[in-house]
Every structure is written in C-alpha cells, then in structure tokens.
C-alpha cells in the first residue's frame, strides 16, 4: 500500500485491443458467403464489410469510433482495422495485416487510376479494373480471415448461410455482370464491323 496521500492511485490499464477478442469483436462470415458477395456485387459490398467491422468493434470496445465514414472512405482505415486483427487475434502474425492492407490500399488507388486514364481503351482499362478488384478481394479476404480467427471461428460458421438481402444482391450484381459482359462483346463485335 502506498502511504502518500498525494500518490495519483495506480490501476492496471487494459486496452481492449490486446486482449484476445470476444466471439462478436468482429463480424464473422464464411470464406464462401465472403467471396461471393464480394465478386458478384464487383466490390461493393465491401462497404458493408467494413461497416459490420467498425460498428461490432464499437459494440465491444465501447470506442467512440463512426462506422459509416471508416466504412465509405475505407482506405484511410484499413490498416486500423486489420491491426485490430492482428491485436486481437494472438495466431496472425503482425505482418500479415500490414501487408494485406497495403495491398488493398495500393489496388484500391490503382483501379481508380486506371478507370480515369484517358489514354487507355475501353477494354483494357476494364481488364486493369477487374484485376484490381481480384487483388483487392483477396487482400479482404485473408483481412477475414484474421478476423475469423480472433473471434474463434475461423471457418465462420456461424455465419455462412445466405440471407434473402444477400441472394437479392448477388442475382442483381449477377445481373450487372451480365450486362457488362454482353456489352463487351456487343463493343468489339461494333469495331470489328467498322474495321472489316
């Protein structure tokens, strides 16, 4: 015990980032669930990815953290997020995180880049973008899988079935796909007609 009244009393402090997460620490999904959603709705859903993170880490940490701004404007976030990961989750090694989230950072910028490029055709800067997009699925995807594992679940089980909203998403990004893809063909079939 310390006899000096004027002592500012001594607490242990626990950051909740250190500790090993509780099972809802982080939103948990499938491997299968998370690639689908993500490719079918060609990257959009990972701002509901985001979302899900921010909003279940505040529930936990009880930060003041906004979900929604870390989730739209995510590149300037994602190195948080997946040092939450790594704190978190005691198995992922710390390089992981960072080199994950770089990746994503740097393919995120690149398939910005290249869709404003002026110089470059139609169909090469779509096959840049659908190639960034890949590279930016897998950077989330192993980001998940650090997140799986922090909260006990890394196969995310319990949260690998499809809902009405998620099957809703996918059949309108299958759609989506389908457009674009036709009207790739319906394009180089127009410059083969005016070139022959």
């Not at 929604?68 to 040092?83: E, K, S, T």
């Not at 799986?148 to 890394?154: F, I, K, L, P, T």
Request: charged residues 10%; glycine residues 8%; aromatic residues 16%.
């Amino acid at each position: 015990m310390n006899d000096n009244v004027y002592a500012a009393p001594r607490a242990q402090l626990i950051n909740a980032a250190d500790q090993p997460a509780a099972p809802d620490a982080f939103y948990v999904v499938s491997s299968l669930k998370f690639h689908l959603l993500f490719f079918l709705t060609m990257g959009f859903y990972s701002v509901y990815w985001f979302y899900r993170h921010w909003k279940a880490w505040k529930s936990h940490s009880r930060e003041d953290l906004w979900p929604v701004p870390r989730a739209i404007f995510n590149i300037f976030f994602v190195h948080a997020l997946f040092g939450l990961f790594v704190r978190a989750g005691m198995s992922w090694q710390p390089w992981k995180g960072l080199v994950w989230a770089t990746v994503y950072v740097v393919a995120a910028i690149a398939s910005n880049f290249v869709d404003a490029f002026p110089m470059v055709t139609q169909g090469w800067r779509d096959l840049g973008s659908l190639a960034f997009l890949i590279i930016m699925g897998i950077a989330l995807a192993n980001g998940q899988q650090g997140a799986n594992e922090a909260c006990g679940d890394s196969e995310g089980v319990r949260n690998a079935h499809f809902s009405v909203a998620n099957i809703v998403w996918m059949v309108i990004g299958s759609i989506f796909w389908l457009f674009v893809l036709l009207s790739g063909v319906l394009l180089s079939t127009s410059v083969d007609v005016r070139v022959g």
